[in-house]
Structures are given as structure tokens and as C-alpha cells.
């Protein structure tokens, strides 16, 4: 007899599919120590912390930013978060080749939020100014994906925490 609740238990955790949490200390193994608790998902005034791929939490940024505030590391009763005073993660944004300026179109959403302002836009004689980044400024904080109306910036993770 096949025993169904074993059957989706070792599917529910095989490797997941997330866009880690600020501060997670080990991004590789991070669904083989969350215990899917929750705690952290509670704990986000900004709710950008959502119930992702298998039940594990996963940062959406389409619903928002993450403000850095370290709520989410504070409630989590496993050891799974670096120090506040490290660097939250390794990941900066990319822009895809459907950003409407590439097509001519004039939108500058997506560094009208940006609090560091590693996205600029530079005025070029006769052609809609385009995005240009400086990434060391990048945060990763997510703030300018929602804001674009074609869905053009993604998160990459730039390290190897
Ligand atoms: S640091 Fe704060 S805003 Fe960012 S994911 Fe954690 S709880 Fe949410
Ligand atoms: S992720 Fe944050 S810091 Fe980076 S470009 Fe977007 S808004 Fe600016
Ligand atoms: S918000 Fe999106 S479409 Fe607008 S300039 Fe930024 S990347 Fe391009």
C-alpha cells in the first residue's frame, strides 16, 4: 500500500525553489534546517516574506521591499541568520531587455524608488534616456521591482553566502 503521507512528505522537502531571506547564514542547506514554522513569514511588517515553494519562506518582491529591519532573523528560533552587523546578502538587480526605454519609451519607475540610487538615468541627445546602474550601490532591497510596469528587473545573487 502506498503511504501517501510519506509520499508528500519527502516531496514537500526536496530542495525548494526560494529567493532567500535577508542575513540566512547558509543559502545551499536553507531547506534542510527551516522548519517551516512561520515565525519569520508573522514577523514582516512589510509582508514581503511569503509561504514559497514548499512551505519554506521566500521573499516576493512584487508585494514590496525588504526595509532591512531584521524582524524576520529576531523571531527565528532556529540558528539560521548571520549577525545584523553583516552585509544582509550578496545580490544586486538586473535588467531585462524589455525595459521600455530600450523600445523608446520614457519611464523612470524603478529609480524614483531607489534609496541609494544605484539606478540613474542620463539624458543622451535625441534618444529616451536609459537606466544605468551602480551596482556597489545596490542594496538588493528590492524596492524598484514592483514599481516597473513591464516586469523587467529580476534579483541575482552575486555571492556565495
Ligand atoms: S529584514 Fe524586515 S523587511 Fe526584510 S524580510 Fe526580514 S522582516 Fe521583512
Ligand atoms: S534593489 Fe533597491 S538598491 Fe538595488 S536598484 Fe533596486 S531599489 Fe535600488
Ligand atoms: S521601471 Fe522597468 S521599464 Fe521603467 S525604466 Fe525601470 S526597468 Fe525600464
Excluded at 3 to 18: C, E, H, I, N, Q
Excluded at 91 to 112: A, F, M, N, P, W
Aim: with cysteine; proline share 5%; charged share 25%.
Amino acid at each position: 500500500m502506498v503511504d501517501t503521507r510519506r509520499r508528500f512528505f519527502l516531496r514537500s522537502t526536496a530542495k525548494a525553489k526560494v529567493q532567500p531571506l535577508p542575513w540566512i547564514a547558509d543559502r545551499d542547506n536553507f531547506t534542510d534546517q527551516c522548519t517551516r514554522c512561520g515565525d519569520c513569514i508573522r514577523a514582516c511588517e512589510e509582508q514581503v516574506i511569503v509561504n514559497g515553494d514548499g512551505g519554506f519562506p521566500s521573499i516576493d518582491f512584487s508585494k514590496g521591499e525588504c526595509i532591512f529591519c531584521y524582524a524576520c532573523a529576531d523571531h527565528c528560533p532556529e540558528k539560521l541568520f548571520r549577525s545584523e552587523n553583516e552585509k544582509p546578502w550578496e545580490q544586486v538587480i538586473t535588467i531585462k531587455d524589455t525595459c521600455l526605454t530600450y523600445k523608446g519609451v520614457e519611464c523612470r519607475s524603478c529609480s524614483d524608488v531607489c534609496d541609494t540610487r544605484a539606478i540613474r538615468f542620463q539624458l543622451t541627445q535625441g534618444q529616451v534616456a536609459q537606466p544605468q546602474f551602480n551596482l556597489q550601490d545596490c542594496s538588493g532591497c528590492g524596492a524598484c521591482i514592483s514599481p516597473c510596469p513591464v516586469n523587467a528587473i529580476a534579483m541575482e545573487n552575486t555571492g556565495n553566502e
